[in-house]
């Protein structure tokens, strides 16, 4: 960091964006560890495959919890027939006000597009599902989909384009998963019963194995311990990698004020995400909610 002090502001700040993007891949046993169905895991040292067929979905988890940073993995989703599976890949802290960054891809009949469902929940309140088109086929090749974290926001990319943006809105009274540290999973099940076409659409279980393929785990973030305050059994990690004298002062990259809110090329992607592949939001879903949230009616986006 020293060196940075002597480099102009731009060139630093485009240290700052690389030193993310080149942060090198680890293995997967590395960072994560199967959490159910062994048997339905496939390594070969680089590419990883969890397998769904009618007598199991399979998951797995990563081996710490972590405040902040950044978690990307590469996946290429169930090619052909994935109707009424779900590939659902997510950060979670654990206990009964647990927060969570869902990415959910849910899988569609041969030739019909995936959808990728998104959705956050904040002290163990869900209920903020926005749903998206991608703008490419993801059963033919691997996208980096991935989840940036910091104290201002919640970013979730596709291929590096934000495609959701969760502002901290505290000042406006709305609560932001900031004290409770989040492991990282991913799993493939059966959810025929919603996931396509609203649940007309079964499994075809004559399809199946169906297979999910992973590679590029990228973990750039603060390891910080799962812990419970006592009462009420809520996490509360807010000591653990936030700068101050516990951490040594320990600065990291994510707090940089650059990165509290999207820069304004970022800012034109998500625009076209949301005017181009967006078909669902429940921001605007006034039946669901007569009364508009309110972290969407100061949606600054
Ligand atoms: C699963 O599918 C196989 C082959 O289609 C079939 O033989 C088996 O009975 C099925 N098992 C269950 C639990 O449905
Ligand atoms: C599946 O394809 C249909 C028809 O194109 C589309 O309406 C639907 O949104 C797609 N996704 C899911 C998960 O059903
Ligand atoms: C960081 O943790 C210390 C305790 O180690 C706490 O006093 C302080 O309020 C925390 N700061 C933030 C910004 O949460
Ligand atoms: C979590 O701990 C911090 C000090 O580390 C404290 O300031 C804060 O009020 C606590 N939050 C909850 C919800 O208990």
Redesign the pocket.
Do not use: M, S
């Given at each position: 960091m020293a060196s940075s002090l002597l480099l102009p502001l731009s060139l630093s700040l485009l240290l700052l964006a690389f030193a993310s993007s080149s942060s090198s891949s680890s293995k997967f046993d590395d960072l994560f560890q199967p959490s159910w169905a062994l048997d339905h895991f496939n390594y070969n040292g680089d590419t990883l495959q969890l397998k769904l067929d009618n007598y199991s979905g399979a998951g797995f988890s990563s081996k710490s919890k972590y405040m902040f940073g950044k978690v990307t993995i590469q996946i290429k989703l169930i090619a052909g027939d994935s109707?009424g599976t779900v590939t659902a890949y997510y950060m979670s802290s654990d206990g009964p006000s647990h927060n969570e960054f869902d990415f959910e891809f849910?899988?569609?009949?041969t030739g019909?597009?995936?959808?990728v469902q998104t959705n956050i929940y904040v002290n163990g309140v869900g209920n903020r599902e926005q749903?998206l088109?991608l703008w490419f086929d993801p059963t033919q090749d691997f996208h980096s989909y991935s989840i940036f974290w910091n104290r201002r926001q919640v970013i979730f990319l596709v291929d590096e384009t934000p495609v959701r943006v969760h502002t901290n809105m505290e000042d406006k009274g709305v609560p932001f998963p900031g004290d409770q540290s989040m492991g990282v999973y991913s799993s493939i099940w059966n959810a025929d019963d919603w996931?396509?076409?609203?649940g007309r659409?079964k499994t075809d279980w004559s399809h199946s194995p169906f297979v999910a393929s992973y590679k590029g785990f990228e973990i750039d973030a603060c390891e910080c311990p799962s812990s419970y305050a006592t009462g009420g059994g809520v996490a509360n990690n807010t000591a653990c990698c936030n700068g101050s004298a516990a951490d040594d002062g320990k600065k990291f990259w994510w707090d940089e004020p650059v990165l509290s809110e999207l820069n304004v090329h970022q800012s034109h992607q998500l625009l076209w995400v949301r005017a181009n592949h967006m078909?669902y939001d429940y921001c605007t879903d006034t039946a669901r909610f007569p009364v508009t949230p309110v972290e969407c009616v100061h949606h600054r986006h």
């Open positions: 109707a849910l899988g569609n009949t019909e597009p995936y959808t749903r088109k996931a396509t076409q609203g659409v078909i």
